[in-house]
């Protein structure tokens, strides 16, 4: 009981306070790992796209038909294009995913041992992540505002 | 009558980070939805829309948009104003927010991941009665 106070003490996020917090780390938790899984299963659809992409392009072309500049493209340069485009949106799906599996990890630390140095970690992860979608929202403003100009030059 | 918190220097300037990069986020994601707003107008505008579906897609993804990027700027708000006058109500407040910020996304991966699996059901449903004849 004194240990507990003594404890509460320190970090003094009161019970409703830590209930709050441990909630968000499990969906935070859960949160990240639908975005392993959904980068894990990208990895896997790139790397048989990649593995398979002469005969998805010969098909794509008795399909809809194809000039013969466009499918040098996309066996030379696209095709590289794309493995580049694919390893990015991976990376940053994992790196989101991780960064909020790690909040969501630390918090129920927490929970379960009221250390200050997992409080720490969990707010130190969460600030990672926040910055993370900061940099995502940032690109993708930059793209808005790119796309609204093309439509209006055109 | 106020509730101190004791947080110690290395866990505030945590916090601290998390406040600044949430305002920062939850600002963005405001421009973001005007600037997709105004996306909507020039297309309008243009002509070349399916007003229908593109305005409901707005409506959807804006309402949600709006109540994560609200739910990030009141905890920027109330994170702040705890470490400054060091209220645990406020911190609270804080960590209430960001509760319900990940709720609404966790519910949104729910949906989408049930429609998900409720599409591959209804694939697989198809392709079998389309063998079956």
Redesign the interface.
Known sequence: MENNESILQVTNIDSSGQFQLVNSGKWAKFIGIVYLVIAALMLLIAILVFANLDLIANSLMNINGMSQEALAFMLGAGKWLFALMMALSCFILFLNGFFLVKFGAATKSYFIAYAEDTLSDSFHHLGRYLMLTTVLSILSTVFSVAAIAYYLIK | ME??????P??KT??A??VT??R??AV??F??LG??F??LI??AI?GNLNIFGTVLSFIISGVITLVMSINLLNYSKYAKSSLDNGD?VH??QA??H??T???V??VL?LII?SLLILFVLIAIIAAIVAASH
């Open positions: 509730n101190n918190t004791n947080l110690t290395v866990i945590h916090i980070t998390t990069w949430a920062y986020a963005l994601s421009v973001n600037l997709a105004l996306q020039v297309g243009k645990s911190l609270y960590l209430y960001l509760r910020y990940f709720i996304m966790g991966f991941i």
